[in-house]
């Protein structure tokens, strides 16, 4: 027998039960939805995709991720299967911070490891635990929009500090600080590596930031993904912010030298709200044993410290190939920061509408992220994200063709 329920006074109006809190904080993520057509296209023709920052799937380690799940269950057993601790389990706790040492952080006696299931969770529970309805955060911009709506939920007020666009977004404007009209509560930063521009704030800037937001007294969270895979010449914030004394969350994540899937995800917090921050995460719960478990046998084994010399080498040579493409097709029409380490390069092109430039790069088979995605307050027009993550380097250099070919056609006088 087959029941339906018969609604005789017509559709239900369901909005209203949605909180408002949804409706005024949480938007639909434009970024999301440029990859998704860039990808939609894909299923149709050759598209060379220099939007993703998902690494390619020949990068994946996959022989290395089935041997480290068969050892954890050969080795753990039940164990793996069991609920997950709050804070994650300790012996991968342990693992990570013998390989934050390696790769040059401090792990000060003062702050301990979490776990999260990935670098959302992680800045969504610093948000349930740290973040009042009446705070302010504070971001640069342009920024990873989508990594700051997780905190942006928590609370009414955000406020930006602008990269330098005059100087291709290689300095901060910390002087904007003292006129903004909400004192912020918390600093999100990625002075390593930034996304989407690329750029690596030098000491000079570090300690700028620190003595600007200690100042202030903002608590700084540094968001320090890709030092995982990268040689880097300057030390974390993290490591400065502790020779002073000053508070600093540490975010990190395994996502893009492992890989995306696994959601595995670490912060350094100091150990005074560490029982808040294990009390919060046990709200949702949301870790995985198993993941964990097979994340440790690749620490444990010095997997991921192999791939982080192979992964260097394989993105620098990409990245110097983007910037030689980049040169050789768009100089003189297109301004970027030659200095950019990581996957992204953000480029600016005066007087052109990216919105219009990606809907006939996808045409001529190159998909990239328009720049305005990465801007809180309405910018960024003339500018596009960059990414080496995903396509090899001879389809480096054809996109970039690609996309000066469209640029032509966009621009007739070119």
């Not at 309805?133 to 709506?149: K, M, N, Y």
């Not at 000491?203 to 993904?225: A, F, G, K, L, T």
């Not at 009390?279 to 870790?287: E, G, I």
């Not at 052109?352 to 960024?380: C, E, T």
């Amino acid at each position: 027998m087959v029941f339906t329920i018969t609604n005789k006074s017509g559709p239900r109006e369901l909005r209203k039960y949605v909180s408002s809190k949804v409706k005024e904080r949480v938007k639909y993520s434009e970024l999301v939805k440029y990859l998704s057509e860039v990808a939609k296209y894909r299923k149709h023709k050759d598209i060379i995709n220099l939007a993703t920052g998902s690494p390619s799937y020949d990068l994946f380690p996959i022989d290395d991720l089935i041997n480290a799940f068969n050892k954890g269950i050969e080795e753990y057993k039940f164990y793996v299967f069991e609920y997950p601790p709050a804070l994650g389990i300790n012996r991968l706790r342990n693992e990570i911070k013998n390989f934050l040492k390696s790769i040059g952080v401090n792990i000060d006696p003062n702050y301990d490891v979490i776990i999260g299931s990935g670098s959302f969770q992680l800045l969504d529970l610093i948000g349930k635990t740290l973040l009042n309805d009446e705070d302010c955060i504070l971001v640069e911009e342009p920024t990873f929009t989508d990594a700051v709506a997780s905190l942006r939920f928590y609370v009414k007020y955000l406020e930006v500090i602008p990269l330098d666009e005059t100087k291709n977004f290689k300095s901060l404007k910390l002087s904007r600080i003292s006129e903004l009209p909400v004192k912020p509560k918390l600093f999100y930063t990625i002075p390593t590596s930034q996304n989407p521009t690329g750029t690596t704030y030098d000491d000079n800037i570090r300690r700028e930031i620190i003595d600007v937001m200690s100042s202030h007294d903002v608590i700084i969270v540094e968001d320090d993904i890709y030092r995982v895979i990268f040689e880097v010449n300057f030390e974390p914030l993290i490591n400065m912010c502790v020779r002073r004394n000053i508070p600093c969350i540490y975010l990190s994540s395994l996502s893009k030298i492992l890989a995306p899937g696994l959601r595995i995800a670490y912060a350094l917090v100091p150990k005074e709200l560490i029982d808040y921050f294990a009390s919060t995460n046990m709200l949702t719960l949301t870790l995985s044993n198993v993941a964990m478990y097979i994340v440790y046998e690749l620490l444990k084994n010095n997997i991921v410290l192999k791939r982080r010399k192979l992964l260097n080498k394989v993105y620098t040579s990409r990245l110097k190939v983007l910037k030689d493409s980049l040169n050789d097709y768009l100089r003189g029409y297109a301004s970027w920061n030659e200095d950019a380490l990581g996957f992204y390069i953000m480029i600016k092109i005066k007087g052109v509408n990216s919105r219009k430039l990606f809907d006939l790069a996808l045409k001529n088979g190159v998909g990239f992220i328009p720049g305005h995605v990465f801007f809180m307050k309405g910018k960024g027009n003339d500018t596009l994200r960059l990414s080496i993550a995903h396509e090899s380097e001879e389809r480096i250099v054809e996109g970039v063709k690609r996309l000066a070919k469209s640029l032509k056609e966009l621009l007739p006088s070119m």
